[in-house]
T-cell receptor
Framework: GAVVSQHPSWVICKSGTSVKIECRSL??????MFWYRQFPKQSLMLMAT?????????EQGVEKDKFLINHASLTLSTLTVTSAHPEDSSFYIC???????????FGPGTRLTVT | GESVGLHLPTLSVQEGDNSIINCAYS??????FIWYKQESGKGPQFIID?????DKRQGQRVTVLLNKTVKHLSLQIAATQPGDSAVYFC???????????FGKGTSLLVTP
């Protein structure tokens, strides 16, 4: 089956530093990947849509200069949280479009804690 | 799905009973709907999906019902087990290449 991995699974960083999160489709190619953020006891909120070889499309209210997304290949998208602050602490989840109509495969998520 | 809420509603059921989790969606143009299960600290896990040209679809112990007239989706879990305890999200989609719009989720707690 289609598997999406994320690395790291959790990370703790100091305020002001940058953190990169990787999202990989392990056994399929994903033209489109999505990045979501989830706060405790809340739903997933879309941050951006990432298409291979082009600039990401960010949702309203998501700062593109703070959350840098790169989708350089059909199997890898990265999210870099720049100058992280405690309010950026969250669970970041990526997904990749599958072959089946409308289907998306989710990664296991990355827990980011900014101290 | 509905806009993100601040707290998850909780459904508590006894082991062996049937569970029904409801969801209202917002976009009448959505034509694909999915139910996901999310355990603590993990990513969403696909349960069952349904296209807008159907009103019912059954899987193993799960059934999804779609009422497009009132934009309502439900997930029925038969003979609920302790392992079913998790947060359940509905999601709507306009098709391939589009992001999912998630509902606010329901926390299911199965008691012995």
């Amino acid at each position: 089956g289609a598997v999406v991995s994320q690395h790291p699974s959790w990370v703790i960083c100091k305020s002001g530093t940058s953190v990169k999160i990787e999202c990989r489709s392990l056994d399929f190619q994903a033209t489109t990947m999505f990045w979501y953020r989830q706060f405790p006891k809340q739903s997933l909120m879309l941050m951006a849509t990432s298409n291979e070889g082009s600039k990401a499309t960010y949702e309203q209210g998501v700062e593109k200069d703070k959350f840098l997304i790169n989708h350089a290949s059909l199997t890898l998208s990265t999210l870099t949280v720049t100058s992280a602050h405690p309010e950026d602490s969250s669970f970041y989840i990526c997904s990749a479009s599958g072959q089946r109509y409308g289907e998306q495969y989710f990664g296991p998520g990355t827990r980011l804690t900014v101290t | 799905g509905e806009s993100v809420g601040l707290h998850l509603p909780t459904l508590s059921v006894q082991e062996g009973d049937n569970s029904i989790i409801n969801c209202a969606y917002s976009n009448s143009a959505s034509d694909y709907f999915i139910w996901y299960k999310q355990e603590s600290g993990k990513g969403p896990q696909f349960i069952i999906d349904i296209r807008s040209n159907m009103d019912k679809r059954q899987g193993q112990r799960v059934t999804v019902l779609l009422n497009k007239t009132v934009k309502h989706l439900s997930l029925q879990i038969a003979a609920t087990q302790p392992g079913d305890s998790a947060v359940y999200f509905c999601a709507e989609n306009m098709g391939s290449g589009y992001a999912l719009n998630f509902g606010k989720g329901t926390s299911l707690l199965v008691t012995p």
